[in-house]
Structures are given as structure tokens and as C-alpha cells.
């Protein structure tokens, strides 16, 4: 990014330390290849490409920042995104932590996004983070409706017949993606004051009694997590291919 460039005021941080235990072996998931191309770079691109963002903070592996830093530097973001590279942590909540400790002064809104949600399209990201500067909520998370009935469940663990706890109505249940968009200062209290298992960064805030709101999210920010995903995430990127023509 050129001296002249403002500084940035929304950040996007990437969450991409994890091992993908439920992926199977191989290399760290956010350094898969999907369509020939790193899992991460394609999350990095999904966060540039929002013209809002000018800051993306990459959470890497502690024990390979050097080389995520190469491997970014290999395929370039915009010339108007500065991109950082920090070492994780043993959660994905220390890791976030550590890259919102990496934000410089500037930054007021904060996106969190998944290294492992690398097809997020660009409107997504647009409509969290126009909810966040609208004022309405500090904090906002993209989510779809389900397509499964739930049912909760006394956990057994070992695959054994579970006893069926009841069935919420599903009308009122959403699954919620990446990225979520925040008010940085309400991030930054919830990470300092809420400690225990949470799953999603919006999940702390909600924990501080701070309102959370969720805008449409998109069947294409899927999560990879297992196999099948990457079957998936592949069939994605050939039909984007075939619709841009190339
Ligand atoms: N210590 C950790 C654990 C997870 N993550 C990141 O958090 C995101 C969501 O986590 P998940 O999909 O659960 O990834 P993994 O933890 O890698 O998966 P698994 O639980 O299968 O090992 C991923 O981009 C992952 O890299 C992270 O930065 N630091
Ligand atoms: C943040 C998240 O992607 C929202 O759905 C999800 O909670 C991450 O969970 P994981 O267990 O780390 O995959």
C-alpha cells in the first residue's frame, strides 16, 4: 500500500491456526489447495475483495508464520490491502485474540473470518459490514435458514442411542457463518472478559448481554471442515469458473 494511504478503519481478521483434525491428514487446512490455489489465499481475496477492507490480519500456525508469509506473498492481494501475518494460539479464540492485539490504532470495525469459509461471496461481506457501520448492532453475523429438523440430544459420544432431549422450532434457528462484523471496542471487551468454550466470536459478545443481529448469509460461505466439503468447495469454484467465462 502506497504512504498516502489512509488509515485503515475495517480490518478483517483470519482465524487460520487450526490442524483439521475432521479434514484427515494432510497439510494444515487453511494451506489446502482448492481449484490449484491455497484455502487461505481464497479467503484473503473473499476479505479484499470488499473495498471496505484495507487491514487483513492472518492468524497462522505458530510454528509456520514465516511460511504462510511466503506463500502470501506469492499470490498477492490488491495493492490497496495490507495483509499482516501473527502466530496463533491452542483455540480459535486465542487465535482471534491474538490477531485483534495485532490491529493498529485506526481500526473501528472488525470483521472475523474463518480461513476454512474461502467462498464467502463478496456481497456478504458488504452487507456485515454495512450492518456494523449502520449502527444497529455492534455486532452481526451472516446466517442461513436450516434445511435439517434439530434435535437436542443427551450427548453418549461412543455411538450409542442418544435420548431426544425435544426439537426446537426450526423457523427460529439460523446457522451462522463468517465473516462476523463487530464494533472493535465491543470485540476487544468480550475477548478480555469472556473465558470459557465459545464456538463463534458473536457467541462472547452475546455472553457480554450486548445485542447481536444476523443478515442473510450465503450457501457458498460454507464451512470446509470434512471431506465432502472439499468435493464441494471444488464443484463451487468449476461452476464460478464456467459462469466468469474461463
Ligand atoms: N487453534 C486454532 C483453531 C482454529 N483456528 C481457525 O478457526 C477456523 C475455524 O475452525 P475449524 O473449522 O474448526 O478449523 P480447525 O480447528 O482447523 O478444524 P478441526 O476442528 O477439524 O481440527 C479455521 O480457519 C481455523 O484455522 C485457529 O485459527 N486457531
Ligand atoms: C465461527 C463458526 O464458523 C461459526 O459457524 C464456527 O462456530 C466455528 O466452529 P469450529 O468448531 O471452530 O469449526
Redesign the pocket.
Known sequence: MSDAAPPARTAAVIPAAGRGVRLGPGAPKALRMLGGTPMLVHAVRAMSASRAVSLVVVVAPPDDVAGVRALLDEYPAPERTDVLVVPGGAT?QESVRRGLDALPDSVTTVLVH?A??PLVPVDTVDAVVEAVRDGGAPAVVPAVPLADTVKEVEPAGDGTPEPVLGTPERARLRA???PQGFDRATLVRAHREITGEV??DAGMVERLGVPVVAVPGHEEAF?V?RPLDLVLAEAVLARRRVNDGF
Request: charged residues 45%.
Open positions: 480459535r474463518d476454512a469459509r451462522v457463518q463468517t464456538t463463534d464451512k471442515t
